[in-house]
């Protein structure tokens, strides 16, 4: 899922919100149950304090924010909501199914798969006391989930026939898929899949829920409160309070942070996480691989030069990634090799890293007729380091001769006009942390508008093989042999991932335990 | 013609401004790039899919139409709701506007009897001082205000560590719960705001004293703060206030920027907010009452300045 998951964080917030939406698929951590942890037990090797309210600072939506999640699309909506509802589950690579299961016991999948059985983890309760069952998953998947115009949604209904789906008792539900699909429990279990109760319209402060935390007071634009809910099913959170704040400016998050007004900032700008360095009170958490942003350039295949693959070759050899990383990032990112998903399973991490060689670059223009050309990148500030990138573009593509030049657009122009921006040459852009083959189903297949001029169905086939293909080891290499193919004649430069830069107080703990990294989740989080 | 039927008068030219302005500003919003299409229906939606959202907006009907509308509402006191979030206009503004208000009533506050003393001192003394205050009124001036606000975050909350370096509101509560929390904004709004209103009122108060009337009086031995309070003041008052009414026009600017760098809960933020998400409604709506603010300001600016203006003479 590249930008456009992102798009209306985008549009909202600038920069930093954009990441909100990537929640797409994906997030891998490191934590290994397959079950929640049970109530109390922190688990071993660590005995966090309990108690105490740990406050944090994210880019929200202003005072025309809602609790609706589903269309709410900034950072601060999701962590929000997670804090509050209930997770059908998370991705967990080395959970049994590659999930940790939240409300769910597990998912089931038809030997022909045509269709998948949700089960319902008995015993989980609301906050009014009634218990959760098929009505509740059913209500949140199919009549709100599919409701919202938020594309991360939409990988659910794009998958499964939701129309379709239906209750089968108290703690099964049947949803058909609408092709082969062997991946589906990683788009179920994304962490951003929650559930509320059967029959919810509105969102209100006062509506019963089934999260970590219960909801106790909601300012738009501001900021939410919440208390521990210590009926919740499973792993009952340390700490007694939460509060989520919103605060747009990444210097002023910052501030916040150093001020003592906040125990956690999300998502710093590199320059202002590197003035964070210094300070001994606060110190930085980035996000790890596979939660790490990549930073894009794309090409756009429908226009010239780029219609030629020695002149995107060229281009992809031009650029100095390690200048990149040391210049823009400080050297807190890692190199791309021009695919997106960079840490995920399904990865194609076999294929050769590119190198950078603007000798061969140059010979490849000549070769194509295009020596001397010009073209114009156009990016945005849309996250840290954008225009920075284009900036370093611009001059590798002018040593191997290209008369490159930067069209910089003002904050949240850049996605605003959609088909003018797909339209676009040469456009800097950035890919959220979402599984390989469901970035490419969603986003460049069948010659979607985000694929810049990129149509190739022996790929698509091959894709949709790979995420119908049961046995791993096969759909791992079918896998890999699409993604070679986008890397061979693709129409994307990929040089640098980036973490998010979020920042802590010192003695601030557990909080990547969750699951949802790039997202943070409090639920097992504790202040010393 | 009496002060009643002037205010009249006035008050129908604003009306017609603002019906104007809130044309323009639409207007604007309409040749933008892009609308709230992209937006609300998110990027990899189909072109069936705009078109449903497209329809669903209203965004389908001609420009004139959907003005029409909207100012039909909008008389009635109905400012729609947004696209993003869908919560009403109304309400945006009620939660939002009063802290902006906030903040410029309290910058006025600083500013109007400082820039007063020191439009008085400049204008009346000339000379060495004179030079050294409107030289820096002008450099102040020039300077963009988050480089101010940038100056003042790193002395007064980076290094003195005397104030907090962004307002954090309690949750629920209001701007005035912390009242340290306005003193960065409203320094550098005021900072910003001074230094154009001082430039005005010295230059008000020059040509006042070079009028025979203060002459004579200085003749008959009238000095200090007898001259200038007896003498200057009054006649000057009408344009000074007249000069405090037009900063306010860049206050409202200023706020924008001064919100966003303080992360401070007021409606200029908001109004950024909605122009990235081309959430018309909200556009229209914030600007509007931002446009009606200001014209209140300039008429109330103009009755005061006229109410003074009568006393030209006096003390003579």
Redesign the interface.
Known sequence: MS???D??S?????AAGAAALAVGPGLLAACSTDEPGSAGNPGPGSSPRSGGTLRAAFVG??????LDFF??PSALDLVRARAWHGTLGNLDPSGPDGVRYGVLKGIDIADDLSAYTLHVRPGVRFTDGSRLTSADILHSLSALAARS???VY?LAAANFDLARAKADGDLKVVLPTLRPIADGRLILCQGNFLVVKDGTKAFRESMPSCGPFRLT?????????FERYDDHYGHVPHLDGL?L?S???ST??A??L??G??DFAHDLSPVTARTLADDAKVELAPTKSPYLVGLSFQLNMSAEPFDDPRVREAFKLAVDREAMVKTVFYGNAEIGNDLPSLGFPDYADGIPQRAHDPGRARALLEEAGADGVKVQLTTGPETPGMVEMATLFVEDLKKIGVRASVRELP???L????P?YSALPLAGSYQMPVPALSTYQ??TAGG???AFGWKKSETDALVAQARAERDPERARELGTRAQRTRWDEGNQVVPVFKPNLNAQAKGVDGIPDDLFEQFPGFSRASLA | MNLLAFAARRLAGAVVLLVLLSAAVFAATAV????AV????????SETQRAE?RAELGLDRPAVQRYADWAAGAVRGDLGR?F????PVA??LA??LPNSLLLAGLTLAVTAPLATLLGLWTGLRGGVADRVVSTSAQILAAVPEFVVAALL?AVL?VWLEVL???S??P??GTPLDVPDALVLPVLTLSAVGLAVATRLLRASVADTAARPYCEAARLNGVRGVRLAVRHILPNAAGPAVQALTLTTGALVGSAVVVE????Y?GIG??LQ???????VP?VQGIATALVAVMLAVLLLGDVCARLLGAREGHGR
């Open positions: 930008r456009q998951i798009r209306r985008f549009l909202r917030r600038g939506g202003g005072a025309a924010e809602t269309n709410g115009k938020l594309p939409r007071g909601f300012t738009a634009g501001q900021g939410s409160a509060e704040r605060i747009a400016d002023a998050r501030g916040a150093t001020g007004a906040v904050p949240g122009q996605y605003a006009d959609f003018a969603m986003n979607s508008p985000s | 933008l790039p892009g609308d992209s937006a609300v229906a998110g990027v990899d939606a959202v947004g993003v979030g869908e919560r309400d945006v939660t939002r975050v909350a907090p370096r962004v954090v509101i949750l629920g966003n760098v303080f992360d809960p933020r908001e907010l909605a122009v990235a998400a081309r959430d909200m």
